[in-house]
């Protein structure tokens, strides 16, 4: 036993409710503060990778991992979000303030349409037909590069100057996505999601408008990840079709899976997880000293790689990273005491 019990209904609400969570809170936020100052240029590097995946992690998370829906567009959806603040930027120089909301208005508008299918299919059936959200917004958006004549991409002016000064914007995103999912989890809509993840007919019995919490879903995780690929527009300085494949939206799926089903930890555990795992598969390369000879097909061996850790999660550790850490968490909190938590 912990030792802590909820007396009141107020503290079922708090995001933070013991002393022991707010000082670990207080600790990563000191630690995420200092981080930009103590890292280096690859370290600042891979952050903002993390920050930036994050957001389109837990967009998809809400979408597949709470409310069930599968989706395979998740690429599509960050290209729409990208090109819309491309177009806008190139064609009427709008800025962050006005490319922002509109690439959200963009997300939701994709999110709502291809969410209706949702209402008739399930499973691959649905995961087919999201996944041609993908292959339109990915050909709408070669079409506008190959009219307009930008053959490497839409080259777009940051507004923010330097890898430091974007971790802090990316920090403050990732930091509201995170903030916003928890609570929308905690309402009504986050518990119809849940409702029907479990067993649509019994949520439906229960009263719980079945199309209505789909398609929120969708328009919800739409909009967050169009968000992504707006700030992923400005954060890379261009925008092209060829940096929205299908093994983007793979990579999405693999962090919610390896991260845990079901868990907004989870999907920021997955993120690190997926940002660093080509760095270390190089690192093991080059402390193995076969770098220079497998360097022809190092992107083979990440993939090959990639895929064997994916099916290894899926087989031995299907709660992913977020398992792992309720273990260790679990056996700090009841040692030394060899029974096993109840849940």
């Given at each position: 036993?912990?030792?802590?019990?909820?007396?009141?209904?107020?503290?079922?609400?708090?995001?933070?409710?013991?002393?022991?969570?707010?000082?670990?809170?207080?600790?990563?936020?000191?630690?995420?503060?200092?981080?930009?100052?103590?890292?280096?240029?690859?370290?600042?590097?891979?952050?903002?990778?993390?920050?930036?995946?994050?957001?389109?992690?837990?967009?998809?998370?809400?979408?597949?991992?709470?409310?069930?829906?599968?989706?395979?567009?998740?690429?599509?959806?960050?290209?729409?979000?990208?090109?819309?603040?491309?177009?806008?930027?190139?064609?009427?120089?709008?800025?962050?303030?006005?490319?922002?909301?509109?690439?959200?208005?963009?997300?939701?508008?994709?999110?709502?349409?291809?969410?209706?299918?949702?209402?008739?299919?399930?499973?691959?059936?649905?995961?087919?037909?999201?996944?041609?959200?993908?292959?339109?917004?990915?050909?709408?958006?070669?079409?506008?590069?190959?009219?307009?004549?930008?053959?490497?991409?839409?080259?777009?002016?940051?507004?923010?100057?330097?890898?430091?000064?974007?971790?802090?914007?990316?920090?403050?995103?990732?930091?509201?996505?995170?903030?916003?999912?928890?609570?929308?989890?905690?309402?009504?809509?986050?518990?119809?999601?849940?409702?029907?993840?479990?067993?649509?007919?019994?949520?439906?019995?229960?009263?719980?408008?079945?199309?209505?919490?789909?398609?929120?879903?969708?328009?919800?995780?739409?909009?967050?990840?169009?968000?992504?690929g707006c700030l992923?527009?400005?954060?890379?300085?261009?925008?092209?079709?060829?940096?929205?494949?299908?093994?983007?939206?793979?990579?999405?799926?693999?962090?919610?899976?390896?991260?845990?089903?079901?868990?907004?930890?989870?999907?920021?555990?997955?993120?690190?997880?997926?940002?660093?795992?080509?760095?270390?598969?190089?690192?093991?390369?080059?402390?193995?000293?076969?770098?220079e000879r497998l360097?022809?097909?190092?992107?083979?061996?990440?993939y090959a790689a990639?895929?064997?850790?994916?099916?290894?999660?899926?087989?031995?550790?299907?709660?992913?990273?977020?398992?792992?850490?309720?273990?260790?968490?679990?056996?700090?909190?009841?040692?030394?005491?060899?029974?096993?938590?109840?849940?």
């Open positions: 036993m912990s030792g802590y019990f909820r007396t009141r209904y107020a503290e079922d609400f708090a995001l933070l409710d013991t002393r022991t969570q707010k000082a670990w809170f207080a600790v990563l936020v000191v630690a995420l503060g200092v981080l930009p100052f103590l890292a280096g240029p690859l370290g600042l590097e891979l952050a903002n990778q993390v920050l930036l995946g994050s957001i389109g992690a837990v967009a998809l998370m809400l979408l597949t991992g709470y409310a069930g829906q599968i989706s395979l567009g998740h690429a599509g959806l960050l290209a729409a979000g990208a090109f819309t603040t491309g177009i806008l930027f190139k064609e009427f120089g709008a800025p962050l303030w006005i490319t922002l909301p509109a690439s959200a208005a963009v997300g939701a508008l994709l999110g709502l349409i291809f969410g209706l299918p949702s209402l008739r299919l399930r499973g691959l059936y649905l995961a087919v037909s999201t996944l041609a959200l993908h292959f339109i917004v990915i050909f709408l958006g070669g079409e506008y590069e190959t009219k307009r004549g930008f053959s490497t991409g839409i080259v777009i002016d940051s507004p923010v100057a330097s890898a430091r000064g974007w971790y802090f914007v990316l920090l403050a995103a990732a930091a509201a996505t995170v903030l916003l999912a928890l609570n929308l989890l905690r309402s009504r809509t986050g518990r119809a999601w849940r409702a029907i993840h479990g067993r649509e007919a019994v949520a439906e019995a229960l009263g719980i408008s079945v199309p209505r919490a789909k398609l929120s879903a969708f328009v919800v995780s739409s909009t967050l990840t169009a968000v992504a992923f527009a400005y954060y890379r300085g261009f925008v092209s079709a060829e940096a929205f494949s299908l093994y983007l939206t793979i990579q999405y799926v693999a962090m919610i899976i390896i991260g845990g089903m079901g868990s907004l930890l989870g999907a920021v555990l997955g993120t690190v997880f997926v940002v660093l795992f080509p760095y270390a598969i190089d690192g093991t390369m080059a402390a193995l000293g076969v770098a360097s022809s097909v190092v992107f083979a061996v990440n990639f895929g064997v850790v994916m099916i290894l999660f899926l087989v031995f550790e299907p709660q992913g990273l977020v398992g792992i850490w309720r273990r260790v968490r679990n056996w700090f909190v009841l040692w030394p005491f060899r029974h096993k938590p109840i849940s």
